[in-house]
């Protein structure tokens, strides 16, 4: 649905020259949630900004639907647009008209009849859970309603693509997750095709399918959030399951790092390795988390024995991943 290919930015900037974005290719699949996660001033609005052509890329290209952005016509690119909606981290709603007024919007400037504009606004209020909010104005409603609204506004045109600029970053946590399971939500009924901007990883953790990490208008990284999990070295990996000092090994011994998914990580495998292999098992650290609705665990152990390497390949066979550090 998405697909950037070698995109970069620069700005001028007292006869320097800045560079945003560097070399940046991903894909977005149809329907799936994409998050871009980075500290400030990693290029990431920047990026997403330059999906809809709110920021005109210096080199590369943005694809959207299969339709090359960077060349449209301007009568095109409006066109364009409308299948891209977009929600923002302060939410930039219109203070003197109601919530039915905001949402109404962008139909206005689409030249849709007013009686089927009132009708979709009413379908949209009901499908973010603020029908009974369309005559309160924007200073009445609360943050994580103000969002909703911002949600609802930018689903007005049924896009095919949702841009989220930082757009849970001014609520707190309780409207946070509301948020997110609001967008999971739109992604499985409408079969929406999400791409977020995020420096929180729990936002990654609840509802991301793939990941892409930009650092210095670089992606560094990116993947299935599951196979960067699995992978201790990577940042992902990092930022959710932070590397533990261990204590110094015993002679011999191997420390292993394992990860767990789903039903894995509620399963006694540990006393299965011991009560059918000739070996100990000292717990070094560990951690259980839930991503995106799966738990997932990591254990980092010392084993010892005689048939350690035996108990790894079982461990392997369960289609646990394994690495021996």
């Known amino acids: 649905m998405i697909s950037i290919s070698n995109l970069s930015k620069q700005y001028t900037h007292n ?3 800045i560079g945003a974005l560097n070399d940046v290719t ?3 699949g149809a329907g799936e949630i994409f998050g871009v996660v980075g500290p400030s001033g990693a290029g990431k609005s920047t990026l997403i900004r330059c999906v809809n052509l709110l920021e005109q890329p210096t080199y590369g290209s943005v694809k959207v639907a299969g339709q090359e952005m960077t060349s449209l016509t301007s009568l095109e690119l409006r066109q364009a647009r409308k299948k891209i909606g977009m929600i923002f981290q302060h939410f930039n709603l219109l203070t003197s008209r109601t919530v039915a007024g905001n949402i109404a ?3 206005e400037v689409a030249g849709m009849a007013k009686v089927e504009r009132n009708d979709r606004v009413k379908d949209l209020l009901k499908l973010v859970g603020l029908a009974d909010k369309a005559e309160a104005y924007p200073a009445q409603l609360s943050g994580g309603q103000k969002q909703r609204v911002g949600i609802a506004r930018a689903l007005a045109t049924q896009p095919q693509v949702l841009l989220s600029d930082e757009a849970t970053s001014a609520l707190d946590p309780q409207n946070t997750t509301a948020i997110l399971t ?3 939500d739109l992604n499985r009924q409408l079969g929406l095709t999400i791409l977020l901007i995020t420096h929180e990883m729990e936002v990654i953790k609840q509802v991301c399918d793939h990941v892409a990490v930009l650092q210095a208008g670089r992606i560094i990284e990116q993947g299935r959030v599951y196979d960067l999990i699995a992978k201790p070295g990577s940042h992902i990996s990092q930022a959710l399951f932070p590397v533990v000092d261990v204590p110094p090994l015993s002679s011999g011994a191997r420390c292993v790092s394992i990860t ?3 039903q894995a990580a509620d399963q006694p495998v540990l006393a299965g390795l ?4 000739d070996i100990t098992i000292n717990i070094l650290a560990g951690s259980i988390q839930t991503i995106t609705g799966q738990r997932v665990g990591r254990l980092q152990v010392e084993m010892t ?3 350690v390497e035996q108990a790894l390949a079982y461990l392997t066979e369960l289609g646990l991943y394994v690495e021996v550090q």
């Open 105 to 107: 919007f962008p139909l």
């Open 15 to 17: 006869g320097q020259t």
């Open 182 to 184: 609001l967008l999971k």
């Open 26 to 28: 991903l894909t977005v």
């Open 274 to 277: 011991v009560r059918n292999f």
């Open 305 to 307: 024995g005689a048939q």
């Open 260 to 262: 767990f998914f789903g």
